[in-house]
Nanobody, 118 residues
């Protein structure tokens, strides 16, 4: 059974920083991407950033230059360093593990709340 455990959310003022971490455990394909999604109140879940096992990253335009995603393949962890936070970044952030194979599978963490006040 694959489990994703997140940590690092919280409340911060605009302009501040937070670091989210997620550790994946269990058996899963080594062909995978890890990433972060977020869901603000009344909005759909959206992709924030993803990173391949080879280190290729992808960001939503609104966080480029402010957020940095990284991963450690040895420990199956993914981190999201969030700088220059804005009130619009307020959301529940979800860790995602996507495995590629005959069947594409998505695994999700339980979510961690980030609140940015102005």
């Amino acid at each position: 059974q694959v489990q994703l455990v997140e940590s690092g959310g919280g409340a911060v003022q605009a302009g501040g920083s937070l670091r989210l971490s997620c550790a994946a455990s269990g058996r899963f394909s080594s062909s995978n991407d890890m990433g972060w999604y977020r869901q603000a109140p009344g909005k759909q879940r959206e992709l924030v950033a993803t990173i391949s096992r080879g280190g290729i990253s992808n960001y939503v335009d609104s966080v480029k230059g402010r957020f940095t995603i990284s991963r450690d393949n040895a420990t199956n962890t993914v981190n999201l360093q969030m700088n220059s936070l804005e009130p619009e970044d307020t959301a529940v952030y979800y860790c995602n593990l996507r495995t590629w194979g005959v069947v594409v599978r998505d695994y999700w963490g339980q979510g961690t709340r980030v609140t940015v006040s102005s």
